[in-house]
């Protein structure tokens, strides 16, 4: 059974920084593309950023690109959100998701597998 589990969200002020990781079980982990998404309340879910199974190449939404940086370590089966600059608009449930496809991959629709989601709530 595939499980993914996100960990290191909580309250921060504008300007902080958080890393959040999301630790997966259950799947071939360097057999997949991994992504983050986050959801506002009352917003629909966005694509935050992307990267390949090998780690080699990534992707941003526009809104976080040059702040946020995603990384992964196929040996501990994890990938990472490091989350920089943090404003009052990054307030969400940050979710991690996995796809079982070697290149980039950034429709939520192409994703297999979810985790439950960690709260980040950034304070102005």
């Known amino acids: 059974q595939v499980q993914l589990v996100e960990s290191g969200g909580g309250l921060v002020q504008t300007g902080d920084s958080l890393r959040l990781s999301c630790a997966a079980s259950?799947?071939?982990?360097?057999?997949?593309?991994m992504a983050w998404f986050r959801q506002a309340p009352g917003k629909e879910r966005e694509f935050v950023a992307t990267?390949?199974?090998?780690?080699?190449?990534?992707y941003y939404s526009g809104s976080v690109k040059g702040r946020f940086t995603i990384s992964r370590e196929n040996a501990k089966n994890t990938v990472y959100l490091q989350m920089n600059s943090l404003k009052p608009d990054d307030t969400a449930v940050y979710y991690c998701?996995?796809?079982?496809?070697?290149?980039?991959?950034?429709?939520?629709?192409?994703?297999?597998?979810w985790g439950q989601g960690t709260q980040v709530t950034v304070s102005s």
């Open positions: 998701a996995a796809a079982p496809k070697y290149g980039l991959v950034v429709l939520s629709t192409e994703f297999t597998n």
């Open positions: 259950g799947l071939t982990f360097n057999a997949y593309a």
């Open positions: 990267i390949t199974w090998s780690g080699s190449t990534r």
